[in-house]
């Protein structure tokens, strides 16, 4: 076998077989097969496409390449919750310290930001000292000791999937229902959760455009993770605008820890409340969906949430004195206001458009192994549905590059006025 014949066979639209897909994973995982080559292939998948036995088999071998975390030892129902990404998502960061202040043990893996998503291992990392590194030991110690573990990919967590994950974000191959499928899964099966719930986005600032493609998707998560025995829910999830008001890594922090706070936006309540209260549902704590709603409204407000996130950030080697005072984060050089020039009533903030502008500020990588900038990236003032009047700040644009900042302006204002 070699890897010319695979990548010609999926160039040709044919199904590629397990022992195949095997020898693709095993041998770029160990590096015999180049990037180069890795790419030619991914890319062959990205345009023709998988069948459902591909996506299985491409799947398990991409969650056994490595490690498989056993967290029986913990003693609970462990339900781990995943977003196939989107434009100001920081879901995780708000409902995982509300789920373990619940008593419900959350250990969960994140991945860096993806295309023009973002990644909660890099909002994570914007908090000084915060490290999403650790051994597999030390994160099942941490949720055992205080019920949760928030930290990036284990070194050999799925490492087939680091490394594809990384190479789809630098060659354009992030929106494929195969390859994201398979992505999500492998990591879900390897990180040991007894039960799984995927958020799956659609809209323009997701990689599924359309909620018939987001159905698809949804339908081949589920069958995966019920194949292998875990219970898996998708709920599908509306991103056609931004999620919340801030993108970008350190604002999307300062965001979460206000709705920690109680201060959320609608349309970060709706999801948070969604997903939330089928989280309280798997774990076997409750099966009122309106009741874990309740549950998940009085554990904010009585500050459990807050000081569950405190506790997580400490734990992790965070300074949790930038959390308690959010002006201590470091601001970029430049935080210059949209503002409108006539009165009008917003039709649509297009998150994809939003998105990549956030990355051309720095805040997301053009690149495999690009460095990001924390501190960048675009505050909305407004949503969509509401009245804007001649004068009002439309969104505030964070910059450490002073030649950006006129062509980001001009944009956000064409993407608020709906203007192509
Ligand atoms: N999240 C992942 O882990 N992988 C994807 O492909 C998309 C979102």
């Known amino acids: 076998m070699n890897i010319q014949d695979i990548i010609s066979k999926k160039r040709d639209k044919k199904e590629l077989n397990k022992e195949e897909i095997s020898y693709f994973i095993k041998n770029y995982t160990n590096g015999t097969i180049t990037d180069y080559q890795a790419a030619a292939l991914v890319m062959a998948i990205y345009i023709n496409g998988m069948n459902k036995e591909e996506i299985k088999n491409l799947t398990l071998e991409m969650a056994y390449s ?31 310290p ?10 969960k893996m994140s991945g860096r930001g993806l295309g023009i998503t973002g990644g909660t291992r890099d909002k994570l990392e914007s908090i000084p000292g915060y490290k999403t590194e650790i051994s597999d030991k030390e994160f099942i110690q941490n949720v055992k000791e205080i ?34 499928a398979s992505s999500i899964m492998s990591k879900k099966i390897a990180s040991g959760a007894d039960k799984i719930l995927i958020d799956v986005t659609y809209g323009s600032g997701a990689f599924m455009k359309t909620k018939k493609d987001a159905k698809r998707l949804a339908n081949i998560i589920t069958e995966i993770g019920n194949n292998v025995g875990k219970e898996t829910v998708c709920i599908l999830t509306n991103m ?36 939330g209260s089928y989280m309280i549902k798997l774990a076997g704590e409750g099966n009122n969906l309106e009741k874990n709603k309740q549950k998940i409204i009085e554990i904010i407000n009585n500050g459990k949430a807050y000081n569950k996130f405190l506790e997580l950030v400490e734990k992790q080697g965070g300074d949790i004195s930038y959390i308690k005072d959010l002006n201590k984060f470091k601001n970029p050089k430049y935080i210059v206001p949209v503002i409108s020039k006539k009165d009008f009533i917003i039709k649509s903030i297009n998150a994809e458009k939003i998105g990549k502008l956030c990355v051309y500020l720095g805040a997301g990588r053009i690149k495999k192994g690009d460095e990001i900038d924390h501190s960048v990236g675009i505050v909305l003032n407004k949503k969509v549905g509401e009245n804007v009047e001649k004068g009002e700040v439309l969104a505030y644009i964070y910059s450490n590059n002073e030649e950006k900042i006129e062509y980001c302006k001009k944009n956000v204002e064409n993407i608020i006025l709906n203007i192509e």
Do not use: F, W
């Not at 609970?76 to 995982?96: E, F, N, P, R, Y």
């Not at 509300?98 to 250990?107: K, N, R």
């Open 66 to 96: 490595g490690d498989v975390l056993d967290l029986s030892c913990l003693g609970k129902t462990v339900v781990d919750k995943h977003s196939t990404g989107g434009v100001g998502d920081k879901i995780t960061i708000i409902l995982a």
């Open 98 to 107: 509300i789920i373990a202040a619940l008593g419900i043990p959350v250990a």
């Open 147 to 180: 019920g949760i573990s928030l930290i990036g990919q284990t070194a050999n967590l799925a490492p087939a999937d680091k490394k594809i994950y990384a190479l789809r974000d630098s060659i354009a191959c992030t929106e494929s229902i195969p390859l994201i």
């Open 240 to 275: 056609n605008q931004p999620l919340g008001y801030a993108i970008g890594n350190i604002l999307e922090i300062k965001e979460a820890v206000n709705c920690l706070k109680g201060n959320m936006p609608k349309d970060v309540k709706d999801v948070v409340l969604e997903l």
